[in-house]
């Protein structure tokens, strides 16, 4: 079963502009994690923030996450046409390292 | 440093048919885990590895499983094929149990006819 569920499903835009994807979760949580993927091959590491983070940034990566709305944001300022991928919020179970992934929201970023 | 290696990155299998599918970590890496992607269901987890022992295991049948070996690669295997695994499977790597971050490779692609 999805922990996380990103909205929107999809999102497009035009370069330069900024996109912000939200995920949220159900249970409590580790970490939150976010990762992309391009077009049906493995997923990249975008950024980790922990439960007693608030706040997160990674060059044009900022994160936010809320534990009390159980929720996260990923904002990716000035898009660029490369950030065309989809893009999954995921969490840590209990037992270890197994991650949980939402259904991902694909960004279509246009030139 | 290399990255996740699979092998191999397409597969094409007829249902009742069994298959291998071979994952070698990051170099270092002690941790594998296995998730299958499907547009239905997304990334779900099947298993996870450490030092050659099932550490933790999704909700999958019997028909799926696994092995570590002594250098970290991993192999996994369904039997007695369904369509419905047809599927992108995904291996990922990681320092230790209990380390965040996941490397993941590029994935085979099964399709199951």
């Known amino acids: 079963s999805q922990q996380g569920e990103e909205d929107p499903q999809a999102l497009s835009i035009q370069e330069g502009e900024n996109a912000t994807m939200n995920c949220s979760y159900k249970t409590s949580i580790n970490n939150l994690q976010w990762y992309r993927q391009n077009s049906g091959r493995g997923l990249v590491h975008l950024i980790l923030i922990r439960s007693n983070e608030r706040e997160k940034h990674s060059g044009r990566l900022r994160v936010t996450l809320d534990t009390s709305k159980k929720s996260s944001s990923l904002l990716i300022t000035a898009s660029r046409a490369a950030d065309t991928a989809s893009y999954f919020c995921?969490?840590?179970?209990?037992?270890?390292?197994?991650?949980?992934f939402g259904k991902g929201t694909t960004l279509s970023v246009s030139s | 440093k290399a990255g996740v290696t699979q092998t191999p990155r397409y597969l094409i299998k007829t249902r009742g048919q069994q298959v291998t599918l071979s994952c070698s970590p990051i170099s270092g890496h002690r941790s594998v885990s296995w998730y299958q992607q499907t547009p239905g269901q997304g990334l779900q987890f099947l298993f996870e590895y450490f030092s050659e022992t099932q550490r933790n295991k999704g909700n999958f049948p019997g028909r799926f499983s696994g092995r570590q070996f002594s250098n970290s690669r991993s192999e996994m295997n369904v039997s007695t094929l369904e369509l419905g695994d047809s599927a992108l499977y995904l291996c990922a790597s990681s320092l230790a149990l209990g380390t965040d971050t996941q490397y993941f490779g590029p994935g085979t692609r099964l399709t199951v006819l």
């Open positions: 995921a969490t840590s179970n209990q037992a270890g390292t197994a991650l949980i």
